[in-house]
């Protein structure tokens, strides 16, 4: 009876968080919903013609692709890096775990401005390969900036729990691989890489769906080939005033996520019964 009285004690602390929930984000999305399928007559009209239109259909897909490879890009960057966290020293760790929170310290609008000035045909880059005699090479208004833009500012979100998972992973697993005759390279792959799965797993879900609802980068760093969902719900609010239209966006958006995020904690909760409840 004391523990029941204790609870509700500490559950009224929750209270004032779920109040705030619903406040600003179950009732906007309830309205949000509902604008999907009245405004500007009651019906599904808006999410048949988004999924009639091979345009806005283009503009899903070019999104999907996007945050994969930002994903992929991603994490081939932040693996080696993470593993170069755990071999360092404390100070040059500290020095890496810095450049990588360096991002956080920043707007993401002043970065990305700083980018367009860096990848332009007159930028940094192009100037290194005009004097290394090279020709110009296009990296701004195209995929490749997209994908340079979204990595740098994802990169932070696998680094992190790839890191703390390798961080707790004992290294003499790999002294003992190598004692039996294991190749380094094949202890590492078939021993140690397999231990990080939770914190790739964990990794790979932040960045690809965070990488969904970008704007800011594509917007600026991307041409009218590399449009993304964010950018179109933007549009259609600003440009042509459909906001039942920018709605059902939005709700597909949020529905595609929803999924993909009910489909991860299957493939954990599948893994757990796999490895016995581990």
Do not use: C, H
């Amino acid at each position: 009876m004391d523990g029941r009285v204790a609870g509700r004690r500490w559950g009224g602390l929750v209270l004032p968080l779920v109040a705030f929930l619903l406040v600003v984000f179950v009732y906007p999305l309830a309205g949000m919903l509902a604008r999907s399928v009245t405004d500007p007559e009651p019906g599904l009209g808006n999410y048949a013609a988004f999924f009639d239109s091979p345009v806005y259909s283009g503009v899903l897909v070019n999104t999907f692709l996007t945050a994969g490879l930002v994903t992929l890009v991603t994490l081939l960057l932040g693996f080696p890096y993470a593993y170069l966290m755990t071999l360092a020293t404390p100070f040059w760790r500290g020095v890496l775990m810095a450049a990588v929170l360096v991002p956080f310290w920043t707007s993401l609008l002043v970065r990305t401005f700083a980018w367009v000035l860096v990848l332009r045909d007159t930028g940094v880059v192009n100037d290194v390969i005009a004097a290394l005699g090279g020709a110009p090479v296009p990296l701004l208004r195209n995929l490749t900036g997209v994908l340079i833009g979204m990595v740098q500012v994802m990169l932070p979100f696998a680094v992190l729990p790839i890191y703390a998972t390798m961080r707790t992973i004992d290294r003499r697993l790999l002294q003992a691989a190598e004692g039996l005759g294991a190749r380094p390279a094949f202890a590492f792959w078939r021993v140690y890489a397999p231990l990080t799965l939770p914190g790739v797993a964990a990794a790979t879900l932040l960045v690809f769906v965070s990488s969904l609802g970008f704007y800011v980068t594509p917007a600026l760093l991307g041409g009218p080939k590399n449009v993304m969902i964010g950018e179109l719900i933007v549009q259609q609010l600003s440009g042509v005033l459909r906001w039942g239209f920018a709605s059902a966006l939005a709700v597909i958006l949020l529905v595609v996520t929803g999924v993909l995020l009910l489909l991860a904690a299957r493939v954990v909760d599948l893994r757990r019964m796999l490895g016995g409840g581990r």
